[in-house]
């Protein structure tokens, strides 16, 4: 169980750069939930994530988990209680180190370690089964340096990392964002797998309005550091990819200049769309034909170039 009360951090406090990144969040996650949590760049998303792992301390404010309070605790205090993974494949993992020693490492992530050998005997048939669960072959490679694995098997071997030892709460941090589409579902299915299987605690940020409904229990949205809304049970079921970015316009104050065109285009697109790190939404065109004949069916809308794949 996690509980976040009135949490509260500035970045660059009295000098011209000054950026209050929490305004008194509060947030209360039950033993056993899967939210996703949204909403644009400088939400406080990650910042929220860091504050809960230990990365940053905030100015005030109180964080419990599992009935500790662990506000003032830096990150390796709390590492038996708080797994995580990145957004980057790179960031979870020592490439230099075999995929044995990697997992190593994590199976004592939280205990105290001595200067023997990390790799221990009676780890071995532990690493190779839970390996074979991800029905990658990695578990005939175990002496094989953690660099020479695709970014999709890294992200794979990451969450099989942080759930090797119990924790009280997963946080994923948009952790399928650098991968190719049919990588990043096969790392989200296995995402929830693990999950679903250990009946873990976990948060997963995502920029994705497809993936933040489809995933998980509970769907919560950030604006300027404060949970703006929070929806779960019947009232998130029947949501669908307009209604979430309705609501997150709302928050926010905006409305589209044709309300029936988006609303049709957003229906029709939705595996499409997403939220870039403005909060604008992004329609992400698998092929410069298919935005080509996208801009013909729906002359009245206009799409603005931001970034090409």
């Known amino acids: 169980m996690i509980s976040a009360t009135d949490l509260r951090l500035t970045f660059g406090k009295g000098t011209p750069l000054e950026n209050p990144a929490l305004r008194g969040m509060s947030l209360t996650v039950n033993q056993g939930e899967f939210v996703t949590v949204i909403g644009s760049n400088g939400a406080g998303k990650s910042t929220f994530l860091n504050a809960l792992a230990g990365e940053v301390m905030v100015d005030s404010g109180q964080i419990i988990v599992d009935n500790l309070d662990v506000t003032r605790l830096p990150t390796h205090k709390r590492a038996a209680r708080v797994a995580r993974v990145f957004q980057d494949?790179?960031?979870?993992?020592?490439?230099?180190?075999?995929?044995?020693?990697?997992?190593?490492?994590a199976i004592k992530r939280g205990q105290s370690r001595g200067l023997t050998s990390a790799v221990k005997k009676q780890y071995l048939g532990q690493f190779r089964e839970s390996l074979a669960t991800l029905k990658l072959g990695l578990e005939n490679r175990l002496?094989?340096?953690?660099?020479?694995?695709?970014?999709?098997?890294?992200?794979?071997?990451?969450?099989?990392m942080a759930s090797l030892t119990p924790s009280s709460i997963l946080l994923l941090d948009e952790h399928t964002a650098a991968l190719d589409?049919?990588?990043?579902?096969?790392?989200?299915?296995?995402?929830?797998?693990?999950?679903?299987?250990?009946?873990?605690t976990a948060l997963m940020v995502t920029h994705s309005m497809k993936q933040a409904l489809e995933v998980g229990s509970r769907t919560v949205m950030l604006h300027q550091g404060q949970v703006v809304f929070d929806i779960a049970g019947k009232d998130r079921d029947g949501l669908e990819v307009k209604d979430l970015l309705g609501l997150f316009e709302k928050q926010r104050g905006l409305e589209a200049d044709d309300d029936s065109q988006l609303d049709e285009f957003q229906i029709k697109a939705h595996d499409n769309l997403a939220l870039d790190h403005s909060g604008s939404l992004v329609y992400i065109a698998p092929s410069k034909i298919n935005l080509d004949l996208t801009e013909e069916r729906w002359p009245d809308i206009q799409f603005r170039e931001t970034r090409e794949y």
């Open 89 to 105: 494949p790179l960031a979870g993992t020592c490439e230099n180190l075999s995929i044995e020693e990697n997992l190593a490492l």
């Open 143 to 160: 002496g094989d340096k953690m660099g020479l694995l695709s970014g999709g098997q890294r992200q794979a071997v990451s969450l099989l």
């Open 181 to 200: 589409p049919k990588t990043a579902n096969f790392v989200l299915e296995l995402t929830q797998q693990i999950i679903e299987e250990q009946k873990l």
